[in-house]
């Protein structure tokens, strides 16, 4: 089955019982046991439920992955996949990365002993020359947030295999439906499902899919042990979001497209950052692991005075957090997202007063355009 097909059947006939075509939403702490030492296969939804099981098992088919595991947050699930190391453990993260990950390691991860070191891994020699004795693993995105660079996943997994280390991706940008990063040799895809996964800007919810079931196990031991889990409400929430991942996508990577080229064009703005461009440094190693660019541009004006002067007269667009739904947002990294990231690392990555982010949503294009060009002006 190809996989636009496979994210449309996730959950068709969960529920043998009564056929449902929608995945019944479980809402139940715990399951009767039919005997002493018998069990239904569920116990309690702490460790296991159907509902967050369909939307694991369907998350994990389209990673192409062992298990696939459903959280509260992407925040939740990242935590998780942290806490599979251990004290005198060190990390090698991606220099431009989401805030909150970098908050995480920086001022949590590092409290319990594991140090990390923060590397440009789009080159993989720096990469490579900062692995330590104790370094356990490297984590990544890519395209990263907000500056869209872009990290060669098999040329670092063969790096991760050499070492013995593990390779995790932040799958979020791109999700499998344009980058399966599973099968280009990474150990660990996570995201923040709250983004494209759901698509809606209604839920917040996190992921995890593992390459190989021993990882796998870990997870799956973690998840039960510190309850983070997706509700079963939340669950049905993003199955139902899912089932549009793959024409979200297309629409998503075929406005951003259009819209890329013609901030590339306007006389105001000095950079955009987009892998689809031809400028894009990466683009090369972009198309050599993924289908599509995804919906993310960022740009850069002239003037910072003009940040919120864009800001303030967009009205179509909307000035928000996040991003990956529906609905076009627009948003500036260095005041919002990535406010945790040192002045200085922003700096050098180029997370200015003048940089801005755009979550180009679903609509038509023209209609995108337009706002950015009566707030440009
Ligand atoms: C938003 C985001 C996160 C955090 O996810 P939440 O669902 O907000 O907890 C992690 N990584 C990336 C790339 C993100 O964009």
Redesign the pocket.
Known sequence: MNLESKIVHIGINSDKKTGAISTPIYNTASFAHPALGKSTGFDYTRSKNPTRQVVEDGIALLENGSDGFAFS??????TTVLMLYKTGDHIILADD??G??YRLFNKLFTNYGISFSVVDTSSAKLTAAAIKENTKAIFI?TP??PMMKITDIAALAGICKEHNMQLIV?N??LTPYFQRPLELGADIV??????YLAGHNDL???VIVTRENTIGEKIRFLQNATGNMLSPNDSWLLIRGLKTLGLRMEKHNENAGKIAKWLSTQPHITNVYYPGLLTHPGKKIHDKQASGCGGIISFAVDDAARVPQILSRVKFIQFAE???GVESLITFPACQ?HMDIPLKIRQQLGITDKLLRLSVGIENSQDIIDDLQQALQ
């Open positions: 947050s992407g925040m939740a699930a990242i990365c989401y909150g990950t995105e990263t947030n932040d979020t940008f996570v995201h923040s499902g709250t983004k917040l919810c996190g996040s991003l990956g997202t």
